[in-house]
């Protein structure tokens, strides 16, 4: 398994070959295996949001942040996958297969430099709906590429620590969630389910118009307020929140008294957005450090991607937006999940 040459030909987004993503998945779930729910990390590290496939503005991070060959630490608390005709290392950028192929390198090659929080996408309900299972099949023939990464998924941590200081998650916080020590027990390799603590860990999102607790928008977790953030960081002795999984305009936001910042690290999200993109570098004695950037200039030269720009042109504008009601139950209250897109501000799910 030669890993550097398979991070050179992953640089240049030319992907593996199903043996090699079979070879690169296993060593990279025993790496995980031996890790914990909740990755202790000291300072200095990089902290990274969405990704949602968009691979050139990955490589774009790595040039402004620093290489992980040169001594550059980074959190990742993505979503990696997504892909815009169906759609977060994957989903909703064209190269899903690639953001997360080289993100597991880079992880297998430098395990101690590269810690990769589970995402809400990086699921198999949620991978196989929103497009990663499609690419993985249109570019190897076959499902097997798909899951042996939903395999690397379930054991993807939930959280990272800094010098004991910062939690790192994707989503938020939980009403089954006190401690820090509760996601510590927390059984990780599986599929989260769709309610409870791992759920909403993924998936729910700080809110300044909620006190505590309100049911999402979502579908799934919870919006949670000031009240919350104060008493989690109080009772577990954190100076902040750090987390992903919503896009804000300017690439990263504190809120409550900045207890707690959502970075989002997918420029120009699904390439029609403008958005920046930002990523935070934590150093000794709580310094802060934000980078702010736009989309990479291979965006506007990668043929393929300027092709499949033309084929939307001839697609039909649609006006307002389009809504999905798939009803669900959670914790004993009937709710709808809502997914909408606008053609001018697509909202992150």
Not at 102 to 115: C, E, G, Q, S, V
Not at 128 to 133: I, K, P, R, V
Not at 142 to 162: P, Q, R
Request: aromatic share 10%.
């Amino acid at each position: 398994m030669d890993l550097d040459k398979w991070i050179d030909q992953l640089w240049e987004c030319e992907y593996l070959d199903e043996r090699q993503m079979s070879m690169l998945c296993s060593r990279l779930t025993d790496i995980l295996i031996e890790e914990s729910n909740v990755q202790p990390v000291s300072t200095p590290v990089t902290l990274c949001g969405d990704i949602h496939g968009q691979f050139w503005d990955l490589r774009e991070l790595f040039r402004r942040g620093g290489m992980i060959k040169d001594g550059t630490r980074y959190i990742f608390m993505v979503r990696g996958i997504y892909r815009l005709n169906k759609g977060d290392f994957v989903d909703r950028g064209h190269y899903s297969l690639e953001t997360v192929s080289l993100l597991f390198a880079f992880k297998a090659r430098y395990p101690d430099k590269i810690t990769l929080l589970r995402g809400n996408h990086e699921t198999r309900p949620v991978s196989n709906t929103y497009g990663f299972y499609d690419e993985c099949k249109t570019k190897y023939g076959n499902s097997n590429v798909w899951l042996a990464c939903c395999s690397v998924f379930d054991y993807l941590n939930i959280a990272a620590i800094v010098d004991g200081q910062t939690l790192c998650i994707h989503g938020g916080l939980s009403p089954d969630i006190r401690t820090i020590d509760q996601i510590r027990v927390l059984s990780r390799a599986q599929d989260p389910p769709n309610e409870g603590a791992y759920c909403d860990l993924l998936w729910s999102d700080p809110d300044d118009a909620v006190s505590t607790w309100a049911l999402s928008p979502r579908g799934c977790g919870f919006l949670f307020g000031s009240r919350v953030a104060h008493q989690f960081t109080h009772l577990n002795n954190l100076s902040l929140i750090a987390r992903a999984h919503q896009l804000v305009e300017e690439g990263w936001q504190y809120k409550f008294g900045e207890k707690l910042v959502t970075v989002w690290s997918a420029p120009n999200y699904c390439y029609r957005c403008g958005n920046e993109a930002a990523i935070l570098r934590l150093g000794e004695g709580g310094k802060r450090d934000v980078t702010v950037y736009g989309p990479a200039a291979e965006n506007d030269t990668d043929s393929r991607m300027r092709e499949r720009r033309q084929v939307r042109t001839f697609l039909p504008s649609l006006a307002g937006r389009l809504l999905t009601l798939v009803p669900g139950k959670r914790r004993g209250h009937a709710v709808f999940r809502v997914t909408f897109f606008t053609l001018s501000h697509p909202i992150s799910i």
